[in-house]
């Protein structure tokens, strides 16, 4: 069996102005959730929008625990580089769940 968690970010940048300024912080975080902890990482939601962003990041193990905890690092990362503007939501999924 594995195991499939799914974190859904929500960013606010408040004090950016331009959407290229956007993608500057968006390809470093996205850069450094994939190198720190082998997530898959997107652009999900507010792709036109200059001070918001939804990202979806997968995570996936063969252990529930490991995975669980690597989440919660995954999310104590996010809120530490935009303590203000950030919201963080996980959903862990077995391949049970899927049949």
């Given at each position: ?12 940048f408040p ?9 500057r ?66 959903q ?8």
């Amino acid at each position: 069996m594995a195991f499939v968690c799914l974190l859904e970010i929500e960013l606010h940048f408040p004090e950016n102005g331009s959407l290229k300024g956007k993608r500057r912080e968006l390809s470093s975080l996205k850069a450094q959730l994939q190198r720190r902890f082998g997530a898959a990482v997107a652009e999900t939601e507010h792709h036109q929008l200059w001070q918001r962003a939804g990202l979806t990041a997968a995570l996936v193990g063969r252990d529930a625990g490991p995975l669980k905890k690597r989440a919660a690092d995954v999310e104590r990362y996010v809120w530490g580089m935009f303590p203000d503007g950030a919201s963080v939501e996980s959903q862990l999924i077995s391949t049970e769940d899927l049949h």
